[in-house]
């Protein structure tokens, strides 16, 4: 009967060894031209359909976190959300960096204060014509041919 004396390891073996030892688990740096960046990459840019958009100012007028404005575009060419103090409806094109809303259809509650007031504005930008969008770290500006703008939040997945 034969029995294994301790043996060299091979190569094969050697190769295994240093391979177990490189792979698995979670990176806690992502490499950067400067060296370790953060453990997570930057999130990415929302998409302007199909998200929910928290007005933060309109003309500029800082809309009220209690009354707050929110819209989508959805994919199929419509906008609805409300308008802080009344909800809307309005078909939406997107043609590369533009995008046209309306003629809205809105509920008809008064809306005083400062509510009222972005109200009102947001109703006249979504009129004004053809809009230039962009979208930079989740924020989208909407800027009117006469230069009115509009800065919104993507919803985050919880909300």
């Given at each position: 009967m034969r029995t294994l004396r301790h043996l060299a390891p091979?190569?094969?073996?050697?190769?295994?060894?240093?391979?177990?030892?490189?792979?698995?688990?979670?990176?806690?740096?992502?490499?950067?031209?400067?060296?370790?960046?953060?453990?997570?990459?930057?999130?990415?840019?929302a998409p302007l359909t199909a998200t929910t958009w928290t007005v933060a100012t309109v003309a500029g007028a800082t809309a009220p976190e209690d009354r707050a404005a929110r819209f989508t575009l959805t994919p199929e060419g419509r906008a609805s959300?409300?308008?802080?103090?009344?909800?809307?409806?309005?078909?939406?094109?997107?043609?590369?960096?533009?995008?046209?809303?309306?003629?809205?259809?809105?509920?008809?509650?008064?809306?005083?204060?400062r509510a009222g007031e972005v109200e009102r504005a947001l109703t006249s930008l979504f009129g004004s014509g053809p809009l230039t969008w962009r979208i930079q770290d989740r924020t989208l500006t909407l800027t009117a041919p006469d230069g009115t703008t509009l800065t919104a939040g993507a919803a985050s997945a919880a909300e």
């Open positions: 091979g190569p094969a073996l050697l190769a295994a060894l240093a391979l177990t030892g490189c792979g698995g688990g979670t990176p806690t740096a992502a490499l950067t031209p400067d060296g370790p960046g953060p453990s997570r990459p930057p999130a990415a840019d959300g409300t308008l802080g103090c009344n909800r809307f409806s309005a078909p939406a094109t997107v043609t590369g960096p533009t995008v046209t809303v309306g003629p809205l259809t809105t509920t008809r509650m008064a809306c005083e204060g």
